[in-house]
């Protein structure tokens, strides 16, 4: 008996599963007519932060149930065949609020942690119950010092479980890890994550101008006498994240999906207390963050270890604000310097990837999308040379007549493999209405000057639709209205959640002509550029598919529904006797 397929009964118009083929090959083909020059190698790209994936617990895992029915859902309605996730690390807590972009670079938060794979369903249920927040993220319930989460992993801990692949985790990594470690335990006995205002060894434990290897050696011994099993419970931690981040990307690369991590353009307190030699003293990049001395020999290799970091645990890389290794903004009591490194600093990004991954620079994503005050990429209005070929992340929030669109890049003499575009991304504000855009919009798919903000979301994800590289910010995709960041309520920054019910949201957005409908983006490419003539078959195919999805629901007779309800109810109990008594049949025989 099929009980899976009975339990899928739904009243909803969306695919049904003899439709589900044709609609993820005509998608697929309308893609590739739309790209110009070779399709082959196209990315679809999804962007959506780990965190807000739908979960029961609190925050989203790259590798629950939930999120992999997920991942199979915006594979087969949007076509993606990457996932770029937002930053990996530690979320720092500042007044009860969880900054997103202030955490480490170089480690993996508790976050990463599928915990559901690694304890018994009854203390998995306490994590769900302790859940009180419903409408987004609640990070307290899962990296909090007293959640739920952090009580069970220290009993998991203690429990002695792992502790063979534990002890060889520790030994892999021990170098890169303990210096972490190590400001973890000071920070708290120093009751400050500030360095800076902890005692002169403490504050100077890893510089050796100051502290000799003698005086470190025995520091680092009262350290572990006093606090040592709270490092080594961070190394379980670490051990616990690497192995679900390593469990999560062969899952995704099983279903024919890529999996992209976010590399901080910053550095942490800890990475700095570190390594004093690889920072410029007093000295930020903006933001805040620590300005790394890219003319040493030790910020250089810092630099390199960072990357080395990223290559080895994920397919693809975006490198945040890529700029500002390129024209390095130097900001030290409120005067500002550049130095320009022209393609030193991404050259040293490029050959550590190599070193991991083969030479394939298709997989090294920059964000350059900067203001020309900050970071000018042209050169006479000619790109500059080294960002040629290189691949480029932009969004069309400053579309205007000669900016911001697949199009124009490609007049620039562009390569359709130097650059990726999409409509927004996690930095964005709303997609507002804006008349320029809606009248340039209008120009570009030939269609009628976008008059609502309906009308005008629609034409702006359907622009990127035709970019050889192009990405989807999860929110959009969704039609989830709420700023990812920059709320007046800072509890609400970074904690956009994808609701358990996203499908049904999803249909019903579709059905009030709301959303992104990939197959309305493709008939508006279609005709702009005469394929609705040249390829009339495909074309038709497109526009049934874009009805399909767009089709009202049924309205069912109450009474109706409720019988077939009794019906699958009952089938549902005979089934299961039926199988129960042929279970004891076989037990016996």
């Known amino acids: 008996m099929k009980i899976q397929e009975l339990s899928s009964v739904n009243f909803c118009r969306r695919l049904k599963r003899k439709e589900e083929a044709g609609y993820i090959n005509v ?7 739309c790209i110009e020059g070779n399709p082959q190698g196209k990315k679809t790209i999804l962007i959506v932060p780990a965190t807000s994936l739908p979960n029961k617990t609190g925050a989203g895992n790259l590798n629950t149930p939930e999120s992999l029915e997920f991942f199979d859902f915006a594979k087969k309605y949007w076509g993606i065949n990457e996932i770029q996730i937002l930053p990996v690390g530690q979320y720092p807590v500042y007044q009860g609020i969880y900054p997103f972009y202030s955490g480490t670079s170089m480690d993996l938060g ?20 302790n859940n009180k927040i419903k409408d987004r993220v609640n990070f307290a319930n899962i990296i909090g010092e ?26 892999q990594n021990q170098q890169r890890l303990e210096p972490k470690a190590l400001y973890k335990a000071l920070s708290k006995i120093n009751r400050t994550y500030n360095y800076k205002n902890w005692n002169k060894v403490d504050k100077n434990l890893f510089n050796r101008e100051i502290v000799n290897e003698n005086t470190f050696k025995q520091r680092v011994k009262e350290i572990l006498a006093q606090e040592g099993e709270e490092m080594d419970f961070y190394y379980f931690k670490q051990f616990l994240a690497e192995d679900s981040l390593k469990k999560a990307r062969e899952n995704l690369n099983q279903k024919g999906l890529k ?31 620590p300005a790394p001395d890219l003319d040493s020999k030790a910020g250089q290799n810092l ?47 490029d050959d550590e990837i190599k070193k991991v991954k083969g030479d394939n620079s298709r997989i090294i994503m920059h964000e350059f999308a900067a203001n020309p005050a900050d970071f000018n990429i042209f050169d006479n209005k000619e790109i500059k040379p080294y960002l040629k070929d290189r691949i480029k992340i932009y969004t069309s929030d400053y579309l205007h007549e000669n900016w911001g669109m697949n199009r124009n890049f490609l007049e620039r003499g562009w390569a359709p493999e130097s650059f990726i575009i999409g409509a927004r991304n996690h930095d964005s504000g709303k997609m507002e209405y804006s008349e320029e855009q809606a009248r340039v919009l209008g120009k570009i798919l030939k269609i ?34 709420k700023p990812f960041q920059g709320n007046s309520d800072r509890t609400l920054d970074y904690a956009t959640l994808i609701p358990e019910d996203y499908q049904n949201r999803y249909f019903a957005s579709l059905e009030r002509g709301e959303g992104y409908n990939p197959m309305d983006a493709l008939e508006k490419q279609f005709k702009a550029k005469g394929l609705d003539r040249t390829e009339p078959k495909l074309y038709r195919k497109i526009v049934k598919y874009k009805k399909i999805l767009e089709q009202k629901e049924k309205q069912t007779n109450p009474i109706l529904k409720a019988v077939c309800g009794i019906i699958c109810a009952c089938l549902l109990l005979y089934g299961a006797a039926k199988y129960h008594k042929n279970r004891s049949h076989d037990l016996f025989h």
């Open 27 to 33: 998608l697929n083909q309308g893609r590739d007519k």
């Open 110 to 129: 508790s976050q990463i942690i599928n915990i559901q794979a690694y304890i018994n369903k009854k203390d998995f249920n306490e994590i769900i119950e």
């Open 146 to 171: 007293n959640s739920a989460q952090e009580k069970i992993l220290k009993n998991l801990y203690k429990s002695g479980m792992y502790q063979k692949e534990f002890e060889v985790f520790k030994n």
């Open 259 to 289: 999996l992209d991590g976010d590399m901080l353009c910053g550095f942490s307190g800890d990475e700095v207390w570190a390594h004093p030699k690889a920072f410029i003293p007093d000295t930020s990049i903006g933001w805040s963050l």
């Open 303 to 349: 630099l390199r270890e960072k990357v080395k970091f990223f290559a080895e645990r994920f397919d693809g890389i975006r490198i945040d604000a890529s700029w500002t290794y390129v024209n390095q903004p130097q900001i030290k009591n409120g005067s500002i310097k550049r130095k320009d490194y022209a393609d030193r600093i991404l050259n040293i990004i």
């Open 448 to 481: 009628n000057t976008p008059k609502t903000q309906k009308e005008f979301v629609k034409a702006k994800l359907a622009e990127p639709m035709d970019a050889k590289y192009s990405m989807i910010y999860f929110a959009d995709a969704l039609n989830i209205d």
